[in-house]
C-alpha cells in the first residue's frame, strides 16, 4: 500500500470511527442516566413502602421538626444522598426522614454503569468493523484514481519516448551532414510531440469558440498528407468534396480529424487503408482495422482495447463534438470501423 493511501486510509478510519464513536458513547450515556432516573423513582417508592411497613431494603432513619424547609412524600437529592420526609400520625411535630447514605448510592449507580460495559464494549467492536469497512470503501476510489494516474503518466511517458529518441538522433545527426529526409524526421517528431500536448492542453482550458469558415477539401488533405509521412505503410483516399465552406472552430474541428485519424491509422492492419468520404454536412473517416470491441465505451475518458495510446483521443473527440454541437455515430466490426461525423 502507498504512503498516500495509508495516510488516507488511517484519517477516513479515524473520522469514521470517532464519530461513530461518539454516536454510540453519546446515545449509551443518555440511556444511563435514564436508567439512573428509574433508579431512583425505585429507591422512593422502596422508601414509601418503608415508611409503612419498615421491611425492605435498609434507610438510614432519623426524626426532624416539622418546620423543615423540604416538603413530604418529595424525593431529594443532595451531597449524593437520597431522602425524603414522610408525616408520623401519632406525633404531627415531628416527620421521618428515610435516607439511602451516599456510599449505597453510588453502589447502585456504579453497579448500574456496569451493566452498560458489555453493550458498550460491543457497539465499539461494530463501530471499529463499520470504520474499517467504510475506510477502504472510500479508499477504492482513491485507488481507481491513483492507478488511472500512473497508467497515464506512463502511456505518456511512452508515447513522447519514439518521437523524443526520433528527434534527439536527428538533430545529432544533421550537425554533422544535413539532409531533407533527417530535417523531416526532426519536423515531423516535433509535430507528434506537438499533436501529444495539444491533446493534453485541451484539458486545461475551456477558450470561446471563434468560428470561421473552413475549406474541407483543403483542410483534409492537408490531414491526409502529414498522416501519410507518419503511417507510410496505410494508403490514404479522401473520396467526395465540398462545395461550400464549413463554419467551424478550427482548433476544435482539427481536434475531431486528427484524433479520428490517429486511431484510424494506430489500430489498422498492416498495409491497411485509410478512407475519408465527404458528402453533405457528413464526414466519414473508415479504416481496416481489427475493429473496437465495445463501441459503448469508445468515447469514454481512458478507455482502452489496446496497450497503446492514453485512452483520451475519443473522449476529446466527444467533448468537442459537443461544444461544436455536431453529432457522431461508430459502425465497427472485425473488418474495419467507421466513425460518421454529422455537423449540419
Known amino acids: 500500500m502507498k504512503h498516500v493511501e495509508k495516510v488516507a486510509l488511517f484519517k477516513s478510519f479515524g473520522l469514521f470511527f470517532g464519530t461513530l464513536q ?5 446515545v449509551l450515556w443518555l440511556l444511563y442516566w435514564q436508567e439512573v432516573d428509574v433508579l431512583r423513582h425505585q429507591t422512593m417508592l422502596e422508601m414509601r ?53 451516599p456510599q449505597a448510592w453510588r453502589a447502585k449507580k ?16 461494530v463501530t471499529l468493523l463499520l470504520a474499517l469497512f467504510f475506510a477502504h ?28 529518441t526520433s528527434l534527439l538522433l536527428n ?16 519536423v515531423l517528431s516535433a509535430q507528434i510531440i506537438q499533436s501529444l500536448y495539444e491533446n493534453l492542453s485541451f484539458y486545461q482550458e475551456e477558450r470561446p469558440l471563434t468560428l470561421v469558415d473552413v475549406d474541407l477539401n483543403k483542410l483534409l488533405s492537408a490531414r491526409i498528407d502529414y498522416f501519410k509521412s507518419l503511417y507510410g505503410h496505410l494508403t490514404f483516399e479522401l473520396q467526395g468534396t465540398s462545395d461550400t465552406p464549413l463554419k467551424t472552430d478550427t482548433t476544435l474541428f482539427l481536434r475531431i480529424i486528427d484524433n479520428l485519424l490517429s486511431n484510424a491509422c494506430k489500430y489498422n492492419r498492416p498495409n491497411g487503408s485509410v478512407t475519408l468520404r465527404l458528402e453533405p454536412c457528413k464526414l466519414t473517416v473508415a479504416d481496416t482495422g481489427v475493429g473496437i470491441k465495445n463501441v459503448r465505451k469508445v468515447f469514454r475518458r481512458y478507455y482502452k482495447e489496446h496497450e497503446r495510446g492514453l485512452g483520451i483521443g ?28 454529422t455537423f449540419c
Do not use: C
Not at 408520623?88 to 426522614?97: E, G, K
Not at 538533430?171 to 523531416?184: D, F, G, S
Open 22 to 26: 461518539l454516536l454510540v458513547s453519546a
Open 137 to 164: 470503501y472510500t479508499l477504492k476510489p482513491l485507488r481507481n484514481a491513483l492507478s488511472l494516474q500512473e497508467n497515464f503518466i506512463r502511456d505518456v511517458i511512452h508515447d513522447l519516448n519514439t518521437p523524443i
Open 171 to 186: 538533430t545529432q545527426m544533421l550537425a554533422y551532414a544535413p539532409t531533407p529526409t533527417r530535417l523531416a524526421r526532426t
Open 110 to 125: 456504579e453497579a448500574l454503569l456496569w451493566e452498560f460495559v458489555p453493550p458498550y464494549a460491543f457497539g465499539t467492536l
Open 314 to 341: 475519443l473522449d476529446i473527440v466527444a467533448r468537442a463534438i459537443r461544444r461544436l454541437h455536431y453529432t457522431i455515430d461508430v459502425d465497427s466490426s472485425a473488418q474495419g470501423t467507421q466513425f460518421h461525423l
Open 49 to 101: 413502602t418503608y415508611n409503612y411497613t419498615l421491611q425492605g431494603e435498609h434507610f438510614a432513619i432519623d426524626f426532624v421538626p416539622t418546620n423543615s424547609t423540604y416538603e413530604t412524600y418529595t424525593f431529594y437529592e443532595e451531597n449524593e444522598e437520597l431522602f425524603a420526609l414522610f408525616p408520623i400520625t401519632q406525633t404531627p411535630a415531628t416527620l421521618l426522614r428515610l435516607s439511602l447514605p
